[in-house]
């Protein structure tokens, strides 16, 4: 089993930043891609950012300059932080996580998710 564990979501006025953290802990062997989503009241769960083992990042072009993704795999941590924030990225923020478990399985997990509310 492999538990994702966020945490850094918080109230922040309009123009503030947060960081966001996300352990991954279990039988895990190796973690190919890490990522946050974010889903709105009344919306879709839409893609934030993610980042593969090797490096590579895609970002949704809404937060592009704004937010930054990285990991520590030694950790098998993500971390997102947010600047320049604004009311429309209030949100629970999902952490993903597609893992090599050492079963050899490729499974995708998701974490609780963790509140961000930006206030105007």
């Known amino acids: 089993q492999v538990q994702l564990v966020e945490s850094g979501g918080d109230l922040v006025q309009a123009g503030g930043s947060l960081r966001l953290s996300c352990a991954a802990s279990g039988s895990i062997r190796s973690i190919p891609v890490m990522g946050w989503y974010r889903q709105a009241p009344g919306k879709q769960r839409d893609l934030v950012a993610t980042i593969t083992s090797g490096g590579r990042i895609n970002y949704a072009g809404s937060v592009k300059d704004r937010f930054t993704i990285s990991r520590d795999s030694a950790k098998n941590t993500v971390y997102l932080q947010m600047s320049s924030l604004k009311p429309e990225d209030t949100a629970v923020y999902y952490c993903?996580?597609?893992?090599?478990?050492?079963?050899?399985?490729?499974?995708?997990?998701w974490g609780q998710g963790t509140q961000v509310t930006v206030s105007s």
């Open positions: 993903n996580a597609a893992v090599v478990t050492s079963s050899w399985s490729l499974a995708d997990y």
